[in-house]
């Protein structure tokens, strides 16, 4: 468990972080989100000690990172950045066992290891152990920057807009790994974006920052439901909030269960948008859902989506 | 690739393929000049000098009467034939034609002088003095010129070319050891120094080395400082600078003051052979000037390791030592190899002026020649200092060939 206490960071006379207080649980993906300069990549910093706070701690699984050398804190975490920082002298297999080495593994666990996280970020470690940075796509080599964060296996990941600078297929298709690997390793993870869209998909937790300060921290759903103020509200949602909401909330939470309709039920798990766009190409009003959990049926309509007490709970 | 970008490196195969199309695909115009210029002054000017002693200057003596006429026409051939390789269209096998046939005439050019030399010992006997004459002097230039020229249009292998400029060195030294040299007037000033020569030399490669010794680590460090602390970037560089514009001799000179000082107060020092002329002065201006451009270099190399690299190495638990040894410092080789070269032939050269305080090295035979008015002296003194510069330049090249494994792929 992560637990940032009450932090403050100053950069001569601008308060970047402003006494912040956040509770990550382990095993989560919490995203800090804001736009630039809300002292989210700031907070991420203090976390690995790269900045040290004016005021405040950062616990990790109750202890003070202060009370630790940032060296050794560092080699616990994995980090990954936007420019991903790959040593562009060495091989990728020499990249990614970087922290292992240092932690003095023997060399055959870390070429082990090093296979190992290639396989699991996708990539086929006979074709790429060897190369060098240079001959990598831009996404290939972020694959290879989340690999040498976790190298070590640590239990928290920081990664600051780590897919910021790719293109969108390419970010959504690390995305994608990013959640698979997760849901396999079971990581606490703080990513900082300012990309809504990419922090909906993968926290389960967001903290909104602004000015330094946290405006509002909670599921996807309900800063998008329930958002503080103005600012949460513009940020999270702006003119596409409902639609954004549709993709946090699952099925089953509007399911008629009981009632019945024609057609291939859509699991109670998936998200409302999925439906939607079920009904809308299919030109149909009611889809049949399955429960697969509970094996109990029921059927969504049209109307259950814009929900009739309340469009944005 | 990525770790050249903007590094000192300029014999990439790409900027060569550059020039090779800029250059058009017709006849190479410069190298035409070159030739006419080799022949106008082969017609006009002495190909050697000839005077009755060492001191009073020679008369120009024409190639043709010089040496007979199949070493003449011999010598004429060979700049006729670079001539017609400029005439060809621009390529590979141009490059290779004209690298070897200006080789060879340079070669040619040494062995003729000699010869002729030889000749005018028979004649006029051993204290007539044969020089080198202009008519040699541009042949052996626009030669020299014409194959570093179609060398670098090649662009071989760093490590190709190393060996090249060694068999080319290893060539001339043949030509002088087998005596086909030791008539003319350079020679035999050798020859007359033979005992002192060796020892000057290891003074000079002494006095270079002890201003490295100096010069390496505390340039570096200044470097790294200017590196990590902006605020003394500005001051420190602007010291370096001034440093650097003071004219050697004024440096030398402005040592013995402060040093005879010193040496006089503590007698220790004299001991150990400190004072105000002499080695110990010519070494610290040495180093003195050896710090600018290492400081420079390395905070250049240092500098140019990008920031992500060393925000993702820091991340990731790197401390401060391991980032430079294992990061900076291997991503700055290629332009802390530039700048030790720069540092070495400039030292090499200005060690040159360490005579004038009595520090010997080969400097000492160029102010003796000076002296005596004995231009064959001085010639030998400035030819070795080349020749010394040029070796070191050579094997730091190697070195960086040999520890950027990927530069030139």
């Known amino acids: 468990m992560i637990v940032l206490d009450r932090l403050t960071k100053r950069f001569g006379t601008t308060l970047a972080v402003d006494n912040l207080s956040l509770t990550v649980p382990n095993g989560s993906i919490c995203a800090l989100v804001g736009a630039s300069g809300c002292g989210k990549s700031t907070t991420l910093r203090l976390i690995n000690r790269l900045s040290e706070p004016d005021g405040g701690h950062v616990l990790i699984d109750g202890t003070d990172a202060a009370s630790l050398a940032p060296v050794a804190l560092r080699r616990r975490i994995g980090y990954v950045i936007q420019s991903i920082g790959l040593f562009p002298h060495w091989s990728i297999a020499r990249n990614i066992g970087t922290v292992p080495e240092l932690l003095g593994w023997p060399a055959h666990r870390v070429a082990q290891r090093v296979d190992e996280l290639l396989d699991l970020v996708g990539l086929d470690p006979a074709r790429y152990r060897s190369r060098r940075p240079h001959e990598l796509s831009g996404g290939q080599q972020q694959r290879v920057g989340v690999a040498r964060a976790l190298a070590a296996d640590p239990d928290l990941l920081l990664m600051d807009e780590p897919f910021g600078a790719l293109d969108p297929v390419t970010r959504d298709g690390l995305q994608g790994a990013l959640l698979d690997i997760q849901a396999r390793t079971r990581k606490t993870v703080v990513i900082v974006t300012h990309d809504i869209d990419e922090a909906i998909r993968l926290a389960s937790l967001i903290a909104v920052l602004d000015g330094g300060r946290l405006i509002q921290q909670g599921s996807p759903h309900e800063l998008l439901a329930r958002p503080a103020n103005a600012f949460v509200e513009a940020f999270v949602g702006g003119p596409r909030r409902g639609l954004r909401l549709l993709q946090v909330t699952p099925v089953g939470e509007r399911t008629r269960y009981g009632m019945g309709a024609e057609g291939v039920p859509i699991d109670a798990g998936a998200t409302l948008d999925v439906a939607l766009e079920r009904m809308v190409t299919g030109n149909i009003d009611r889809i049949p859902v399955l429960d697969r959990a509970t094996g109990r049926s029921g059927a969504l309509s049209l109307t259950d989506i814009v929900a009739p007490d309340g469009a944005l709970r | ?409």
């Open chain 2, 1 to 409: 690739m990525s770790l050249t970008d903007g590094s000192a490196v300029a014999e990439t195969p790409e900027t060569a393929a550059i020039q090779r199309r800029t250059g058009g695909a017709g006849a190479n115009p410069l190298l035409m000049l070159i030739v006419a210029g080799m022949a106008a002054a082969l017609a006009s000017l002495g190909f050697v000098s000839v005077g009755p002693n060492r001191i009073v200057s020679g008369k120009p003596l024409a190639l043709w009467s010089a040496v007979e006429p199949a070493f003449a026409v011999g010598l004429a051939m060979l700049i006729l034939m670079l001539g017609l390789a400029a005439l060809l269209r621009s390529g590979a096998w141009r490059d290779r034609l004209v690298s070897v046939v200006a080789a060879l005439l340079l070669l040619a050019s040494v062995a003729t002088a000699g010869h002729a030399a030889s000749l005018v010992a028979e004649a006029s006997g051993p204290i007539a003095r044969t020089s080198l004459g202009a008519a040699f002097w541009i042949i052996a230039a626009g030669s020299a010129f014409a194959f570093a020229d179609a060398m670098g249009r090649m662009a071989p292998h760093p490590l190709a070319q190393v060996v090249v400029a060694a068999a080319m060195g290893g060539a001339l030294a043949a030509l002088a050891v087998s005596g086909a040299l030791s008539d003319l007037s350079l020679a035999r000033e050798f020859a007359n120094r033979r005992e002192a020569y060796g020892a000057e030399v290891l003074r000079h490669l002494a006095l270079v080395g002890g201003a490295l010794a100096g010069a390496l680590p505390i340039g570096a460090l200044l470097g790294v400082v200017a590196l990590r602390r902006q605020a003394w970037r500005k001051p420190l560089f602007a010291v370096l600078n001034l440093i650097q514009t003071i004219p050697s001799i004024a440096i030398f000179g402005l040592l013995i003051g402060p040093l005879s000082t010193l040496s006089a107060w503590l007698p220790g020092l004299r001991s150990l052979g400190v004072g105000g002329i002499g080695a110990a002065p010519a070494i610290i201006a040495l180093t003195l000037y050896g710090l600018l451009p290492t400081a420079r270099g390395t905070f250049a190399g240092l500098a140019a390791t990008p920031p992500a690299v060393i925000e993702a190495a820091r991340g990731m638990g790197l401390d401060e030592r391991q980032i430079l040894w294992r990061v900076s410092i291997p991503l700055a080789l290629p332009i802390l190899i530039a700048s030790l070269r720069l540092v070495v032939v400039q030292l090499v050269g200005l060690a040159v002026v360490a005579a004038l305080i009595g520090a010997g090295g080969l400097g000492a035979f160029i102010f003796q020649g000076l002296g005596q008015t004995a231009t064959d002296l001085i010639l030998l003194g400035a030819l070795s200092a080349i020749a010394l510069a040029l070796a070191a330049d050579l094997a730091l090249r190697s070195l960086g060939a040999a520890l950027t494994p990927g530069a030139s792929s």
